[in-house]
Every structure is written in structure tokens, then in C-alpha cells.
């Protein structure tokens, strides 16, 4: 799991500020479709992968609906409403744009290690291609800046928890925060940006934004390339559990009045199959290594959000989900009456298509005298790369 926590001390939460009308996109293009998911959400996936928590600003009128906090008129008024709801405990605060869809993990980490390291703020920017010219009113040219000492700006980016909370202290305004924290002279460091760390602005950007993501499709026809398929196995077993209170959570669903499965976390077994086959198919170990059972905090964790952030590794890693489908064997419950919805949070969760089939042991073994649930689950990612000629 790429670390929230660059010191161990470090308490990391993340500001999604998707509170913009849309107003050059035509309208709110933060909830525009993009493959599996809205933009939105690939912002908001790779932010929990991150962070410690997260605090997701939506325009007020979308904030019942997306349970998330309202946005102000202003971008600046969006952040101070997610400042709001950060708890002061909160040492480091990165600020997203919810219209950044491909940021990576890494990237997040990049600019968290800076400001753990000493820096106020850490913005991440990429080096300016064309010549820039500073003009006047009337479009005389008053100096031209010298090329290599300029930089484009991006997010996430990532502050010292008390030098963002006092630069927006002023209540002022401005389209970076980093340059707030300039401004009331907090010490300000550029880390390497990323080339598709684009923002979308424009339907044009949106169009690129698919492209780009077809490209890493496994369904996608793209001449010269060639797709790596790699396949995973999961598998995952529970004994049922004698707590009667204990739920019991299977893809992310409640089955009310059913014995729950004993587990660290809230040990939804299809879960946990669906996380160690796409973690294996990428080679990046199991779901012990990143979740493991003597963490404090998975103690009762929703597997289906630790099932996001394992997708978010995958697909950080220079992967695409292809599909995952499950057996589950089990006596009790039947799950055919929630299959649907199981595997529709299932496949919000990962970002593409989860199956799901239920089996019977036949009075066989402990699965068999109704002990416990196992999963068996198989996972296909790909990964594209040019023909070498």
C-alpha cells in the first residue's frame, strides 16, 4: 500500500475541491463519465489510497446527494468549507482538484515527503515547453521570462496543516493555495509534476481524458500496441463467528439476520478475494501485507474500501482492471436475492466488472456443515506496451 504516512507521526487528510460550476466546460465536468467511473471518482479513489481521510467539496446543490460538503462561490470558500471539516489533529492537508483524474499515488507521496521533510507547502509542476512572454494592458511585451526557471503548477498539493489553515485565515482569494501560503511567507517547494496529470477543463480535455484511458484499456484496439494480460487468484475463508452481534458483510452488503464471520475487519470474504487476486496479478503481494490483521486500524474496516484503495495500487502500478469473478461457497445465505447489488458495489469499488456466483459444498467437509464462507476469485489486469520491432 503506497504510505499516507511519510514520518510516523504525520496525520495526512486530503481536500477534494470539486465545488466548480463548470462554467468553461458547459457544466459540473467533475461528474462527467470516465470508463467505469466519473471523473470525480478517480480523484477522489487515489486521495483515500493516500490519506488518512479525506473531505470531498461539491458544488452545495450536488452535497446531499454526493454526501460530501458544500462548496462556496469561490474556489478559495470551497477549500476553507473542507478545512472545516479536517480535524486539528490533522498535521499535513493536500488540496486536490477534482477534475485531476490521473494523478498517481506517487504523486501524492511526493509532495506529503516534502512538507514531512520541512517545507510549508509542496506543489508539483512540470517544466514549461513554449517561450513565455509577461505583456502589459495593450499587449507590449514587458520582459520574458527565462524559460528554464518556470514551472506548471499542478495538484495534489500538500501543506503544513497550521501555514494553510492561517493562509486562509484572511479569507482571500486565489487560484492556488500554495500561492496563499507564499503570500503570508511560508516556504514553498516545487517537486517533479506528472505529463498526464491534466486538468480537465474544456470537452476537449475530456475527449483526451477517454483516449487516454482507452489506450490502457484491455478492450481497446490500439495499433502498434500490444496488451500484457496478467491474471491473479484470490481466495479467502471465514469461520462463522459466535459474537451474535458481529453483521454479517459479504460484497459489501448486510445480510440482516445472518451469523457474521469471524475477522479483523469486518471480514467480508468476497472482498478479501476480489483484493488478493488483483494484488497478486500485479505483484503486489496480498492483502496482508498492505491490510494486515495486527493494524489497529483495520479493526472493522469496510473491506469494500479497502477493495478501492488495492484497485488504486493496481492501477498506479501501470495497469488497467479487466474483470474479477468469484465463487463463493456457502450452506447460508442464499445470495442470488443480493447478487445485483453485491456486484454493483463490488465493481464501483474496483473500477470495473465483479461477478458473482454462489455455490453449495453438498454437505462436505466444514463448508459443507455450514462453518464458515470461502471465496475463490480470479482477476485479469493488462498492461500496454509498444511492439518492439
Known sequence: MSS?????KELVWTIVVAGGSGTRFGGPKQFESLGAQRVLDWCVETARATSDGVVVVVPAADAIRERATAGGVTRSESVRAGLAQIPSDATII????????????????????????????????????????????????????????????QTPQAFRSQALRRAHSSAADATDDAALVEAAGGR?????????????????????ARQHLARQSPDSEVVGDVMAVRVGQGFDIHRFSDDA?????????????????????????????????????AGLGDIGEHFPDTDPRWNGADSVELLRQAAALVRAAGFTIGNVDCSVVCETPKLAPRRAEMQQRLSEAAGAT????????????????????????????????????
Open 4 to 8: 499516507p504516512q511519510p514520518a510516523s
Open 94 to 153: 493536500c488540496v486536490h482538484d477534482g477534475a485531476r483524474p490521473f494523478a498517481s499515488p506517487q504523486l501524492f507521496d511526493r509532495v506529503i515527503a516534502a512538507v514531512a521533510e520541512g517545507a510549508d507547502a509542496a506543489v508539483p509542476g512540470t517544466q514549461v515547453a513554449d517561450t513565455i512572454k509577461q505583456v502589459d494592458g495593450n499587449g507590449a511585451v514587458i520582459t520574458t521570462p527565462q524559460r528554464a526557471a518556470l514551472r506548471a503548477v
Open 188 to 208: 514553498v517547494v516545487v517537486v517533479a509534476g506528472e505529463e498526464y496529470n491534466r486538468k480537465i477543463t474544456d470537452p476537449d480535455d475530456l475527449r483526451w
Open 245 to 281: 452481534t458481529r453483521p454479517l458483510v459479504l460484497g459489501g452488503v448486510v445480510f440482516e439476520g445472518c451469523r457474521g464471520l469471524h475477522g479483523h475487519s469486518d471480514a467480508d470474504a468476497i472482498a478479501h478475494a476480489v483484493i488478493d487476486g488483483l494484488l497478486g496479478a
Open 354 to 389: 465483479v461477478t458473482v456466483k454462489g455455490r453449495r459444498a453438498e454437505g462436505l467437509g466444514a463448508l459443507g456443515r455450514a462453518e464458515g464462507i470461502a471465496v475463490w476469485a480470479t482477476a485479469v489486469i493488462a498492461r500496454t506496451g509498444m511492439v518492439q520491432q
